[in-house]
């Protein structure tokens, strides 16, 4: 099991940027399966995006599709979410997540980070 700690969180106005990153530590990250996931005060947790063992195969939620980007670097054992014109839409905490299957169900990724804040001014 790893386990996570994501970073890169803050205030960004809304067309600005942000990169959060996921540090993982522990045995094995290279074989896992690594998502984002985001959730707002009173609303449930939702996918953001996913990124097989490989790197090679990813897929994202239809909100930020195009303007987010998730991708993987096991050598330094991070996971990263470029995140690009964002919107004031887009605020919540966000978790990275690591699982076993590439899928956009949050009850099959068994390792979770304490959540990184970002907050999308208008």
């Known amino acids: 099991q790893v386990q996570l700690v994501e970073s890169g969180g803050g205030l960004v106005q809304a067309g600005g940027s942000l990169r959060l990153s996921c540090a993982a530590s522990?045995?094995?990250?290279?074989?896992?399966?690594m998502g984002w996931f985001r959730q707002s005060p009173g609303k449930e947790r939702e996918f953001v995006a996913v990124?097989?063992?490989?790197?090679?195969?990813?897929y994202y939620s239809d909100s930020v599709k195009g303007r987010f980007t998730v991708s993987r670097d096991n050598a330094k054992n991070l996971v990263y979410l470029q995140m690009n014109r964002l919107k004031p839409e887009d605020t919540a905490t966000y978790y990275c997540?690591?699982?076993?299957?590439?899928?956009?169900?949050?009850?099959?990724?068994?390792?979770w980070g304490q959540g990184t804040q970002v907050t999308v001014s208008s």
């Open positions: 997540a690591a699982g076993l299957s590439t899928t956009r169900d949050s009850a099959d990724f068994r390792s």
């Open positions: 522990g045995r094995g990250f290279a074989a896992y399966t």
């Open positions: 990124v097989n063992w490989t790197g090679d195969r990813t």
